[in-house]
DNA sequence: TTCCATTACGGGGCACGTAATAATT
DNA sequence: AATTATTACGTGCCCCGTAATGGAA
């Protein structure tokens, strides 16, 4: 048995059993990828895709055993070079955020100033994505590490770290009346027209969890990816935005006021998602810390060992 | 990066940075094993050993979490041939039952009877050993599945299923004076002289807590490995013994009484040791279950997934 | 007809074995 | 002197790439 079959079985399965594909996207001949895996199945005992001639249409039972098992020794073969490099040269590599819009933007320029101030040799880049495309890329291996509030639960690879809580504000116009109100009430709000965050992004189920709670049917008028869209429609006057606190910076936002919303929906908590199985190296380890000071080296090996602690 | 490379490196660590010995523990030649170590090295780019001029001396740090990599890496591969030979021939494989003395002898009978009924074509061996020869074999794959009382809490890459719970009883002569006692105490015992298990054994530690906590020293005379020892001794009056209430059959054992001492000792729960990241396959599932039969599939995978649950 | 996997075949790289060497104990 | 790791060197296997073939859509 060799590792690169155990790569080719891995591509083809990615590239949803088009073996030619698979060995285009590796670089290498078509007849090489079918022969190793023929050597693979013969080698193992048993077929690992069924074949409709001359077709690859399923994987068998045993071929998902086997491509589970393969995927983590792949895995591992690169964590094994990661340790290479780890106490090769400690201050260079390369390290990939994936986040979500309202981290990258109002969360992480501190922490990333920071950090590439104290290890300037590493090349960081940050991929935004939903936070599905962020999961499915952490634990694919394209990205180190993953930062977002919700939907990364659902990967069984991932282990999630939580970080720190957050809050919820109203942003209006000036002059708005709710600015008026001695206390803001979802009733009031829900007069208005609503601005917010699309479905599946940063905490949006906490807000309609809020208003059903209380019976009331808020108009959502434009969901958007991200806060800079919202904030621009409310000052247009197309309604009132809710989005995270930390993305409200009165500096910069002038044309807007921010009304505290924390007594209204349920805080969110925001958390760092690493692959259970890779080799961590420092500087992630150092990454983590600046982000959330509470996670130290330790405190996230014991994480990682005991995801439910 | 080859297979081959991290087997060699597994089998150097083994044999304690004996490369010759390495080399002829694989079938293979000294140059070859020096050859693949010295590239695998140059292509992590780290030393992995250290050497005092044509000495391998000590495993380096990253050596050592190469080491942990590559064999993890290495029992997925052997995974990956199990789950072949699931497939392949799904009633016949080895199974190695690595176990102590009183399982083997007065517990496993009548399950492993059951077993090879059901399984005849598989190839089912009993190791004995001691709980922490056992746990070793587990741990390194010779053997599948360790059955014990005690000390297999030690390695972390054993999970440990809780099978059942049992109790000790004092076995004596006939006619010995502590037959003739309506409730039998440990003050009453250490009168005696006393027979029991060795130490690391069968929840021996358990008889010393309960001396201890009455301030008693209680006199042990012989410390055996097995309870057939034991009752030997017992039976040429040699003191009175200690031993798990299992170990006596009464049809058997016509020349001893046994008295219970569920009431002076905290019970000792035996528990199945399997190592965490290794393929199960049916059979195996299927003894476990046979053994203890609230062990069912999904409750033995969802402890391995929560170890301490 | 096109796309795609398999079979056929030849070349080159590399893993392994034997022999020789060098360094420790 | 004995043990043990490394270097030198040749051979054979096997992986891979090109070309050709055979099924599916």
New binding site residues.
Partial sequence: M?L??LR?LRE?AKQK???????NAL?????????????LEQELGVEI?T???????SITQPGLAILETAQRMLQDADNLKKIGNEFNDKESGTFVIATTHTQARYVLPPVIKRFIERHPKIRLSLRQGSPIEISTWVSSGEADLAIATEAIELFDELVMLPCYEWNRCVVVPPRHPLLQLKELTLESIAQYTIITYDFAFTGRSKINQAFESRGLKPNVVLTALDADVIKTYVEIGLGVGILAKMAFDPARDKKLRAIDAAHLFEPSTTRIGICRNSYIRHYIYDFIEMFATHLDTETINRLLRNPEN
């Fill in positions: 060799k690169q079959q080719y083809i059993l088009n073996l030619s594909k698979a060995a670089h290498t001949s078509q007849p090489g990828v079918s022969r190793q895996i023929q050597l895709f074949r409709h001639g001359k077709r690859l249409t």
